[in-house]
Nanobody, 126 residues
Framework: QVQLVESGGGLVQAGGSLRLSCAAS????????MGWFRQAPGKERDFVAR????????YYADSVKGRFTISRDKGKNTVNLQMNSLRPEDTAVYYC???????????????????WGQGTQVTVSS
């Protein structure tokens, strides 16, 4: 069974940085896409970024492009999200997700993903 466990959330001032990590276990992830989503109170779950496990191809939401960087460490089976220049509007619960693929090129919708972590809170104060 695939398990995804996020860590690294917390409280940070606007302009600061945080690094989220997702520890993935339960199988090999060759062929998977790994993504980060976020959900603010009363809002839908939004796509943040995703990476192809095999070749490292990345795709970002416009709102985070240039500020966030997604990466994966095959040896440690982790997916990371480096978040810089944080803004109050980045405040949300951040979720790690894994997709088996085969759902187009972008793989950016919640329904494209098969497994989810429990989430980690990120709060950016102004």
């Amino acid at each position: 069974q695939v398990q995804l466990v996020e860590s690294g959330g917390g409280l940070v001032q606007a302009g600061g940085s945080l690094r989220l990590s997702c520890a993935a276990s339960g199988r090999t992830f060759s062929g998977y896409f790994m993504g980060w989503f976020r959900q603010a109170p009363g809002k839908e779950r939004d796509f943040v970024a995703r990476i192809s496990w095999n070749d490292g191809n990345t795709y970002y939401a416009d709102s985070v492009k240039g500020r966030f960087t997604i990466s994966r460490d095959k040896g440690k089976n982790t997916v990371n999200l480096q978040m810089n220049s944080l803004r109050p509007e980045d405040t949300a619960v951040y979720y790690c997700a894994a997709s088996l693929g085969g759902r187009g090129l972008l793989v950016h919708r919640p329904r494209d993903y098969d497994y989810w972590g429990q989430g980690t809170q990120v709060t950016v104060s102004s």
